[in-house]
């Protein structure tokens, strides 16, 4: 399943309903929540240890002059081409307003 997370800050609920193997895009201002030292680090880092993909998209860290280092290790960054490909690769998508 693809997730596209929107909201911030980001409810547990949401967080709750991503399973092993799903791919997370965090996009607009939700990408504040995915910064090295957030207070859902360690949430989102189980995360990746559970086989999710998490993504930001580079053009919302441009907008808001975020450079990589400043990320959650294991954070991707994708253009919108690669968005389009998560898109097409999972059946199903959830946007998280």
Known sequence: MLHLIVQAPIESAVLARIDAGDAVVFQQRAIW???AGHVLQERL???LENNC???VLQ???EVNGIKPEQLIEGIGIIDYQ???ELSVANKV???WY
């Open 82 to 84: 690669g968005l389009v």
């Open 45 to 47: 880092q189980r995360l």
């Open 59 to 61: 053009d919302d860290m």
């Open 93 to 95: 998508s959830k946007t």
């Open 53 to 55: 993909r998490l993504y």
């Open 33 to 35: 929540n995915v910064m």
